[in-house]
């Protein structure tokens, strides 16, 4: 066995020491952290984003028949869609820019999501009648139609017998 020299028991006093220092370091950054009581905020907006994301997919499926855009009117009873009415739309197709006004090429007749012609409206609605009876039509028209063809529908929703028919309009929204 041989003995140490000065300069290795120095050498192995610095490492001895330096290991201390390490060790030292470490459990004082254990033992003394500090408590974090902020609220992590990233699973929340996940969620957020996911929910406007659905709204926004799902918002055009809850309305009911086809989308049309109806004449404005101020003073109007307001009803609201309780899901039970049979919705029938009229919309203007191929409309164009007339002198002074839009005016509409040719009409669609909407029951709830189904295109119909004029002469299997009749039918269509008796069928829509008979799956819930009693229920009242509203027809949502565009406002860019002309009176004709909105006349025409209801006269031939009253030759079968429906008593309780309503016309759709939009709230004029004051301007300030």
């Excluded at 041989?2 to 470490?26: A, C, M």
């Excluded at 499926?61 to 855009?69: A, D, K, P, Y």
Aim: contains cysteine; positive net charge; aromatic residues 2%.
């Amino acid at each position: 066995m041989s003995v140490p020299s000065n300069e290795e028991l120095l050498q192995g006093l610095r490492l001895i020491r330096r290991k201390r220092r390490i060790h030292e370091r470490h459990r004082l950054s254990v033992g003394t952290a500090a408590i974090r009581s902020d609220i992590n905020v990233t699973p929340l907006v996940d969620v957020v984003l996911v929910l406007l994301i659905i709204f926004i997919v799902v918002t055009p499926m809850i309305t009911r028949g086809r989308s049309v855009e109806m004449p404005e009117t101020e003073h109007h009873d307001k009803k609201n869609d309780s899901g039970e009415q049979i919705i029938v739309s009229i919309s203007c197709e191929n409309a164009k820019l007339g002198p002074d006004r839009w005016v509409c090429g040719s009409h669609a007749i909407w029951v709830g999501p189904e295109r119909v012609d004029e002469n299997s409206l009749a039918d269509k609605i008796q069928q829509e009648m008979r799956r819930s009876p009693g229920h009242e039509i509203h027809i949502k028209a565009d406002k860019r139609l002309n009176y004709g063809p909105v006349r025409e529908v209801m006269q031939r929703i009253n030759a079968i017998g429906v008593g309780a028919v309503a016309l759709g309009s939009d709230e004029r929204k004051e301007k300030k």
